[in-house]
């Protein structure tokens, strides 16, 4: 109800265009209740990598979202990460592969998804350490790009 409301007012003031940032999320949303009306043994047999792997691309998301407002880029609504929830559908959907061949792609897909993000936040965060000349997580400890040295 708030998202909905939010929606209804943001839209007018705004135009549509200020929904992109919303487009990545709802078509993880919908996909994922895709997949389960497709084939619910998927979740069934799969709690915890289905969820696991929503949980990720949705961190990656919006951390992407996040990170281009703060910077003033230009948000992509595309998302790789959302690729291999498109071919799950597709797999699912058609019938094609077994459920062992699926929980074996949903499990790889999870650890490389999980990898890649754990990666790129790792480098992210270094890099904006990096240009601020400060420490992550030590406030105490002069970082060797800072400006100010102390002796």
């Known amino acids: ?6 929606i209804i007012n943001v839209v ?15 078509v993880l949303m919908a996909l994922s209740v895709l997949i389960v009306q497709s084939n619910p043994q998927v979740l069934i047999q799969n ?14 998301m919006v951390t992407g979202l996040m990170l281009d407002h703060m910077t003033r ?13 498109f071919i799950l ?18 499990l790889v897909c999870t650890s490389g998804i999980s990898s890649w993000v754990m990666i790129k936040t790792k480098t ?16 105490v400890t002069p970082h060797p790009n800072s400006e100010k040295k102390t002796k």
């Not at 709690?47 to 696991?52: G, K």
């Not at 094609?96 to 949903?106: C, D, E, G, N």
């Not at 965060?125 to 997580?137: K, P, R, T």
């Open 89 to 106: 559908y597709s797999i699912v959907d058609l019938k094609v592969v077994p459920m062992k061949h699926i929980s074996l792609y949903l």
């Open 12 to 26: 007018p003031k705004y135009g549509l265009k200020s929904l992109s940032g919303v487009l990545p999320l709802a």
């Open 73 to 85: 880029k230009k948000f992509d609504p595309f998302r790789n990460t959302l690729v291999p929830v």
């Open 47 to 60: 709690q915890r990598v289905v969820l696991y792997l929503y949980g990720v691309i949705f961190v990656e």
């Open 124 to 139: 992210v965060i270094a890099e904006i350490c990096n240009a601020l000349g400060i420490w992550a997580f030590d406030i």
């Open 1 to 6: 109800r708030e998202v909905a409301g939010k």
